[in-house]
T-cell receptor, first 120, second 113 residues
Framework: EAGVAQSPRYKIIEKRQSVAFWCNPI?????LYWYQQILGQGPKLLIQ????????DSQLPKDRFSAERLKGVDSTLKIQPAKLEDSAVYLC??????????????????FGPGTRLTVL | AQSVTQLGSHVSVSEGALVLLRCNYS??????LFWYVQYPNQGLQLLLK??????LVKGINGFEAEFKKSETSFHLTKPSAHMSDAAEYFC???????????FGQGTRLTINP
C-alpha cells in the first residue's frame, strides 16, 4: 500500500514570495491533515479536512495561509506571502474518516515525509 | 484544552541500557495518548497508542508505555536500547472520540556505543 506522498521535499524561497505544497493521501482515507513543524518543536495542526470539507482550521493563519481539497483526494497548502517565521517542515497526514466516538474508534494518522521550507 | 509536556529535550543512553522518555499530559476529558517516532528527513511513525483499554500498552520495536491517570503520565520505555532507536520521539494527546492530535515538543534520543 502506497503511503502519503508530498512534494516538493525541499523548497527555498525569499520572504514575501509565494509557495505551494502538494499532498496525496493514502487511497480511501477521507480525512487529511496539514501540520507545521518548526525546528525543535512538535507538529502543530494547521487544518483538517474530511473529504473536501474543513473540520478544523482554528490554527491556520488565514491572512497568508490557504488550503484546499477540491475533490476530496489531493490537497494543496499555499503561503502567500511567506515570512521568515514560516520556515518549517510541513507535514501531511491522512486517516480513515473522523471517528464517531467510542473507545476503539480512533483511526491512526499516517504521515508523509514532509516538505522542508526555508524562507530567506 | 489539552497539552503535553515532554521532560527532557535530549536523552542519551548507552546501547543495551534502559530507555525512559517522559511524558505528562493535561486533559479535561478522558484522553487518547500516543507516542510517535521521527527518523531524520522522514515523517512520523506511530509507536503505540492508549485508547482507554489496557493501561500498559505495547508497541513496535520493543517499546511500551504505561498510562497512569493519578500521575497524568504516559512514559515510554524500552528495556534495552539499540543503535537504531536513535531518533526524535513525540508524545501526543487527543480528545476521546476525536482525531486532532496535540504534540509535545519532542525528545531527541541518542544511543552511545
Amino acid at each position: 500500500e502506497a503511503g502519503v506522498a508530498q512534494s516538493p521535499r525541499y523548497k527555498i524561497i525569499e520572504k514575501r514570495q509565494s509557495v505551494a505544497f502538494w499532498c496525496n493521501p493514502i487511497s480511501g482515507h477521507a480525512t487529511l491533515y496539514w501540520y507545521q513543524q518548526i525546528l525543535g518543536q512538535g507538529p502543530k495542526l494547521l487544518i483538517q479536512f474530511q473529504n473536501n470539507g474543513v473540520v478544523d482550521d482554528s490554527q491556520l493563519p488565514k491572512d497568508r495561509f490557504s488550503a484546499e481539497r477540491l475533490k476530496g483526494v489531493d490537497s494543496t497548502l499555499k503561503i502567500q506571502p511567506a515570512k521568515l517565521e514560516d520556515s518549517a517542515v510541513y507535514l501531511c497526514a491522512s486517516s480513515l474518516k473522523e471517528s464517531s466516538g467510542g473507545a476503539k474508534s480512533y483511526n491512526e494518522q499516517f504521515f508523509g515525509p514532509g516538505t522542508r521550507l526555508t524562507v530567506l | 484544552a489539552q497539552s503535553v509536556t515532554q521532560l527532557g529535550s535530549h536523552v542519551s543512553v548507552s546501547e543495551g541500557a534502559l530507555v525512559l522518555l517522559r511524558c505528562n499530559y493535561s486533559s479535561s476529558v478522558p484522553p487518547y495518548l500516543f507516542w510517535y517516532v521521527q527518523y531524520p528527513n522522514q515523517g512520523l511513525q506511530l509507536l503505540l497508542k492508549y485508547t482507554s483499554a489496557a493501561t500498559l500498552v505495547k508497541g513496535i520495536n520493543g517499546f511500551e508505555a504505561e498510562f497512569k491517570k493519578s500521575e497524568t503520565s504516559f512514559h515510554l520505555t524500552k528495556p534495552s536500547a539499540h543503535m537504531s532507536d536513535a531518533a526524535e520521539y513525540f508524545c501526543a494527546v487527543s480528545r476521546w472520540g476525536a482525531q486532532k492530535l496535540v504534540f509535545g515538543q519532542g525528545t531527541r534520543l541518542t544511543i552511545n556505543p
